[in-house]
């Protein structure tokens, strides 16, 4: 027996024409593909291209900057798209447009075309990747939209670790080109009928169990109250920081006299530290406070910092990407569920959309503005201080955006 509610059908149960389970099972493994390829494989592609093309680094690095700025500024316009009911054609025409971009990719023959083929990913990142897929569960099972959102984080944490040695097992089979061609198959011919097939049926599956309609606040009424501008601040700041250290991270080891495999012996502790932080707040977080739990989260990154701009040893550089680890993997969580305990789910699509849009710009801007840092400051160890400053500022303004009664 189904009702209407608000426009959408609502049905008793969690079950739609797909289980719960299934459909959070068959995004998290969308989000592993759209992750590995989307965000993480364009650095497995800089040398390859470089040595046959010719083209500055700068060149490249300034065609993913393109990309995550596309990004940023899509987010708004495809969390509007969610709020209309639109999120399965949002998702899998995202995997269609993530496909072409690979495809351009692959014949890029001129500058412009690389940077029109990041373009669309980037347009491709925001239609399919964490904030799409949180806002359709959110409004699909306002019951267990948490459980699930931690699940999705959880799986997809596993992008990077694997992207990597994908990637470069296809460009040295197939070559670069190659590589891009079998990507933009991933994605077109798997990972958007995979979207098409999961997200059928209503738009709102499981009936919450209390819900108040004045509760849900509207974009309007969102950026009236304080705590979205806290907010704001605090997840702005901290992808800020967040973003400068993964662009500078090498060097800066680099500064401190290890050699590229010390670094990389340190970084490759992140990843797993990022599932370990999920993993801990599925096993023994979801009976807290969500805002107590990010509180945590926030002065973690800052204290991470902290102990890599002071380290000069392997020890406390271990123990900075192990904190780091733990905090990055849990912040997302934070994130994607902190907004509609705030602000219900209504609008989610939209204010959600609004506030990780500033928080995706400046994660755009954050390598090359460090860059110019550096031409000021005496080092990488200032820089990470000035970062550490950056990501306490976070946590203030984290603390500061009260949860409701």
């Given at each position: 027996?189904?009702?209407?509610?608000?426009?959408?059908?609502?049905a008793?149960t969690?079950e739609?024409?797909?289980?719960y389970?299934?459909?959070?099972?068959?995004?998290?493994?969308?989000?592993?593909?759209?992750?590995a390829?989307l965000?993480?494989a364009?650095?497995?592609?800089v040398?390859?291209?470089?040595?046959?093309?010719?083209w500055?680094?700068?060149?490249?690095?300034?065609?993913?900057?393109?990309?995550?700025?596309?990004?940023g500024?899509?987010?708004?316009?495809?969390?509007?798209?969610?709020d209309?009911?639109?999120?399965?054609?949002?998702?899998?025409?995202?995997?269609?447009l993530?496909?072409?971009?690979c495809?351009l990719?692959?014949?890029a023959?001129?500058p412009?075309?690389?940077?029109l083929?990041l373009?669309?990913?980037?347009?491709?990142?925001?239609m399919?990747?964490?904030?799409?897929?949180f806002t359709?569960?959110?409004?699909?099972y306002?019951?267990?939209f948490?459980?699930?959102?931690?699940?999705?984080?959880?799986?997809?944490?596993?992008?990077s670790?694997?992207?990597?040695?994908?990637a470069v097992?296809?460009v040295?089979?197939?070559?670069?080109?190659?590589?891009?061609?079998?990507l933009?198959?991933?994605?077109?011919?798997?990972?958007?009928?995979l979207?098409?097939?999961?997200?059928?049926g209503?738009?709102?599956?499981?009936?919450?169990r209390?819900?108040?309609?004045?509760?849900?606040?509207?974009?309007?009424?969102?950026?009236?109250q304080?705590?979205f501008?806290h907010?704001t601040?605090?997840?702005?700041?901290?992808?800020?920081?967040?973003?400068?250290?993964?662009?500078?991270v090498?060097?800066?080891?680099?500064?401190?006299?290890?050699?590229?495999?010390?670094?990389?012996?340190?970084?490759?502790?992140i990843?797993?530290?990022?599932?370990?932080?999920?993993l801990?707040?599925?096993?023994?977080?979801?009976?807290l406070?969500?805002?107590?739990?990010?509180?945590?989260?926030m002065?973690?990154l800052?204290?991470?910092?902290?102990?890599f701009?002071?380290?000069?040893s392997?020890?406390?550089?271990?123990?900075?990407?192990?904190?780091?680890?733990l905090?990055?993997g849990?912040?997302?969580?934070?994130?994607?569920?902190?907004?509609?305990?705030y602000?219900?789910?209504?609008?989610?699509?939209?204010?959600?959309?609004a506030?990780?849009?500033?928080a995706l710009?400046?994660?755009?801007?954050?390598?090359?503005?460090?860059a110019?840092?550096?031409?000021?400051?005496?080092?990488?160890t200032?820089?990470?201080l000035?970062?550490?400053?950056l990501?306490?500022?976070?946590?203030?303004?984290?603390?500061?955006a009260?949860?409701p009664?």
């Amino acid at each position: 027996m189904q009702a209407m509610q608000g426009g959408e059908r609502v049905a008793g149960t969690d079950e739609g024409p797909l289980s719960y389970r299934t459909v959070v099972a068959g995004l998290a493994f969308g989000q592993i593909i759209s992750w590995a390829i989307l965000y993480y494989a364009f650095s497995s592609f800089v040398l390859p291209m470089q040595r046959e093309l010719g083209w500055p680094k700068t060149t490249l690095m300034g065609a993913y900057t393109v990309g995550l700025l596309v990004l940023g500024l899509s987010n708004y316009a495809v969390g509007a798209a969610i709020d209309r009911g639109l999120g399965r054609r949002v998702m899998t025409l995202g995997s269609l447009l993530g496909a072409v971009a690979c495809m351009l990719w692959a014949v890029a023959s001129q500058p412009w075309m690389l940077y029109l083929a990041l373009a669309l990913a980037g347009g491709a990142m925001a239609m399919t990747l964490y904030e799409p897929a949180f806002t359709l569960l959110t409004k699909r099972y306002p019951t267990r939209f948490r459980e699930g959102i931690t699940t999705l984080t959880l799986v997809a944490g596993f992008a990077s670790t694997l992207s990597f040695p994908a990637a470069v097992a296809l460009v040295n089979t197939l070559g670069w080109r190659g590589a891009l061609w079998v990507l933009a198959a991933l994605l077109g011919l798997v990972v958007a009928p995979l979207h098409a097939w999961l997200l059928r049926g209503p738009a709102l599956v499981a009936t919450p169990r209390q819900h108040d309609g004045q509760l849900d606040a509207t974009l309007h009424a969102a950026l009236r109250q304080p705590a979205f501008w806290h907010l704001t601040n605090a997840f702005t700041l901290y992808a800020f920081a967040a973003a400068a250290l993964w662009a500078h991270v090498m060097p800066a080891f680099e500064s401190k006299g290890m050699s590229e495999a010390q670094a990389v012996a340190v970084v490759m502790w992140i990843g797993p530290a990022q599932v370990a932080g999920r993993l801990l707040y599925a096993w023994g977080g979801r009976g807290l406070r969500l805002h107590r739990v990010g509180l945590l989260v926030m002065l973690g990154l800052p204290l991470a910092l902290l102990i890599f701009a002071l380290g000069a040893s392997l020890a406390p550089l271990m123990l900075f990407a192990v904190l780091f680890g733990l905090v990055n993997g849990m912040v997302t969580i934070v994130r994607g569920g902190l907004v509609p305990e705030y602000f219900g789910r209504a609008h989610i699509g939209r204010i959600g959309g609004a506030m990780s849009a500033v928080a995706l710009i400046a994660r755009a801007a954050a390598p090359v503005s460090v860059a110019w840092l550096l031409l000021l400051v005496p080092g990488y160890t200032a820089v990470m201080l000035l970062l550490a400053g950056l990501g306490l500022a976070a946590a203030v303004a984290f603390a500061l955006a009260r949860p409701p009664p």
